[in-house]
């Protein structure tokens, strides 16, 4: 009778654990506390500097998530002969001089102006004003062959930023009836002129995919406390008296390509491996900076986010040995702490259609005060939500959304390049519940190391994230945004539902 119980238990507790070794058990076998600290104490040491791009450190990194991919039998992505994709950036340093002068007066690079778009140089033309250097305003002044003047704006919106964003389009069409330059008169209460001199003085990154506008076009944005010139010039008719001469120098644009590492492990199931699952983090961070109280100038960035690239990384060795029924496409962005520009150009330069992407699982962090909590972006904004909150209870952890939504962080990280796009695209956080003094303590800080962190914590953050991404992957139901989202019609609009 005793025997026949054991016998009984035994069974039971054989089929009880053959049950348990599901999905939770492939997760905890392919992932350890060692695993996490290998790939956090190498991304988040000094001796990568912060992970910059277009440095060794950044470049190092890179590398090291590249033969991780190698190590795990990762393939290239359909389209792509590498595991690299190329981003093309440039580094524009503004002008350090530079002058704009009418008969006695002069004004100063700088102080009184600064480029919006051209190149270093020296020339003189007739000026003409133009109001707001609209289309109509601009075949009325009769612009051939002259320097446009004209009001920034369209006379209409009144915000700095509008102005900003229409200034292109100025440009262009200045430039399509035969102008020689623009320069726009700024004037606006509800942003001072000095912090706009101010944000053009440091150097910044954009894409370097367009064909350079080597045409000499001048475009200046321009303010002056001096009445009498700005009269002058309003009254600039193009004649022989209204001449300006117009210089720039010290105006330095350096190209350079920096990788997002991006990589394949297909899916099991015959049909739906044509669809992919996105596992994606940032692996780049803010590099070198100001010291700290301590004289710490390495900004390591465990946090913000070797974590975030630890989770990603941890996702290629779990599904290469257990692969879900989707295929899985990993990438690790560069230049996110640029303005996501990583994610901005892989969803522009997509390697194959992103309409086969059914979901961007993203990793990204600031910090976290709460243990017992995963923060996910997005939580409840895709009906993969139920998938996250079991997978993070499976490690006795609560998934919560987003709890500090004044701080806009749905749209501050990598998710929001594809979310654009119309693919539902949460970004998966340590758990936090305000933006408070301990998230500030170590966000964007020389003292965002790994020995403050939690590694308990950790392993169960990261293998919340597995789990999540075998529930999304394997449903045979397709994820999609919640009816009424702000990214619901891109959705439809991208998969034609
Ligand atoms: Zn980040």
Redesign the pocket.
């Known amino acids: 009778m005793k025997k026949l119980s054991l016998l009984f238990c035994f069974v039971a507790f054989l089929s009880f654990s053959h049950k348990a070794q599901s999905d939770q058990e492939k997760v905890e076998e392919t992932t350890s506390d060692a695993l996490i600290r290998s790939h956090m104490g190498f991304l988040a040491s000094d001796a990568l500097m912060g992970r910059d791009v277009n440095t060794d450190g950044g470049r190092a990194a890179a590398e090291y998530i590249k033969s991780h991919f190698v190590r795990h039998g990762v393939k290239h992505a359909p389209g792509m002969d590498s595991y690299f994709q190329n981003v093309k950036l440039k580094k524009v340093t503004p002008p350090d001089g530079g002058a704009i002068v009418h008969k006695d007066k002069s004004l100063e690079y700088g102080k009184d102006f600064i480029l919006m778009d051209g190149d270093n140089g020296e020339f003189e033309g007739r000026f003409v004003f133009a109001g707001h250097g609209m289309e109509e305003d601009l075949k009325k002044a009769k612009v051939k062959g002259k320097i446009v003047v004209a009001f920034c704006g369209d006379g209409e919106d009144e915000s700095p930023q509008g102005w900003f964003t229409m200034a292109p389009d100025k440009r262009a069409m200045a430039k399509e009836m035969g102008a020689i330059a623009l320069i726009e008169i700024y004037q606006n209460v509800r942003m001072p002129w000095k912090f706009i001199t101010a944000y053009s003085q440091g150097s910044r990154l954009a894409f370097d995919d367009q064909e350079k506008s080597d045409d000499g076009f001048q475009h200046l944005w321009m303010s002056t406390e001096d009445k009498e010139l700005l009269q002058t010039i309003q009254k600039g008719k193009g004649k022989k008296k209204d001449i300006l001469n117009i210089s720039v120098s010290g105006l330095e644009i350096e190209s350079f390509d920096t990788p997002n590492v991006v990589g394949v492990l297909e899916g099991s199931d015959p049909k739906l491996k044509d669809e992919y699952v996105i596992y994606s983090a940032?692996y780049d961070h803010v590099g070198v900076g100001r010291p700290d109280a301590e004289g710490d100038t390495i900004y390591n960035g465990a946090r913000?986010?070797a974590i975030?690239t630890t989770g990603v990384l941890s996702a290629v060795e779990h599904f290469s040995k257990y692969p879900t029924k989707r295929s899985a496409l990993f990438i690790l962005f560069t230049a996110?702490?640029k303005g996501l520009l990583g994610s901005k150009w892989f969803a522009k330069h997509p390697p194959f259609p992103l309409k086969q992407i059914i979901y961007c699982f993203n990793i990204?962090?600031?910090g976290y005060n709460d243990t017992s909590l995963v923060t996910v972006f997005g939580l409840g904004r895709t009906t993969a939500e139920r998938h996250m909150l079991d997978a993070c209870k499976a490690f006795g952890l609560r998934a919560i959304d987003d709890p500090a939504p004044e701080q806009n962080l749905f749209d501050r990280?990598d998710n929001v390049s594809f979310a654009e796009k119309g693919i539902p695209a949460p970004t998966f956080s340590m758990g936090f519940t305000a933006f408070d003094d301990e998230i500030y303590k170590y966000y964007h800080q020389a003292n965002d190391e790994i020995d403050s962190m939690d590694f308990d914590y950790l392993l169960k953050y990261v293998r919340s994230f597995l789990l999540s991404g075998r529930f999304i992957a394997n449903d045979e139901k397709k994820p999609f945004w919640t009816e009424g989202d702000k990214y619901y019609e891109a959705g439809v609009e991208l998969y034609g539902k």
């Open positions: 940032h913000d986010n975030g996110e702490e990204d962090n600031a990280s």
